[in-house]
């Protein structure tokens, strides 16, 4: 778990979700939906968007900037994209989904970067989902 978690940097976000495909493993969503999946944003990147960037304080007190996720409201409708590689169990009331991680990132970024508007939330007012689909900030 150390090998994975200190590759995360602040502007290498995803960088344990990236060793976590490397390495192989599993994504394990206890009842949430995709909108919940935090490496469909790494495969957001993988799929040659840039991440957004915001400024926040750090534990010395020095701003830096970090990179966030877009918008994940859309997230669900890569359920078809997933759905022959998903085992689901269901665990009294709760559904538990699990895809093999490097396969999962591999379907979720093909489809993003060839239909980008599938992680549009539809909302008229969301410039994140725009910027986005447009391939993120220019940096």
């Known amino acids: 778990a150390e090998q994975i978690i200190i590759a995360?940097?602040?502007?290498?976000?995803?960088?344990?979700?990236r060793r976590a495909y490397e390495q192989g493993g599993y994504l394990l969503l206890m009842g949430v939906d995709l909108t919940k999946a935090t490496?469909?944003?790494?495969?957001?990147?993988?799929?040659?968007?840039?991440?957004?960037?915001?400024?926040?304080?750090?534990?010395?007190?020095?701003?830096?900037?970090?990179?966030?996720?877009?918008?994940?409201?859309?997230?669900?409708?890569?359920?078809?994209?997933v759905s022959d590689i998903e085992e689901r169990i269901q665990v009294g009331d709760s559904l538990w989904r699990k895809f093999p991680l490097r396969?999962?990132?591999?379907?979720?970024?093909?489809?993003i970067a060839g239909n980008p508007e599938i992680t549009h939330c539809?909302?008229?007012?969301?410039?994140?989902?725009?910027d986005a689909v447009a391939?993120?900030?220019i940096l």
């Open 39 to 81: 490496p469909i944003h790494f495969a957001e990147e993988l799929a040659g968007r840039n991440l957004f960037r915001r400024w926040a304080l750090a534990a010395d007190g020095q701003i830096q900037e970090v990179q966030i996720g877009s918008c994940s409201e859309a997230f669900s409708r890569l359920d078809e994209t």
């Open 135 to 137: 391939g993120g900030p």
């Open 8 to 17: 995360q940097k602040p502007l290498d976000v995803y960088g344990p979700y």
């Open 122 to 130: 539809g909302r008229p007012t969301c410039p994140r989902c725009d």
């Open 103 to 111: 396969e999962f990132i591999d379907k979720t970024t093909a489809t």
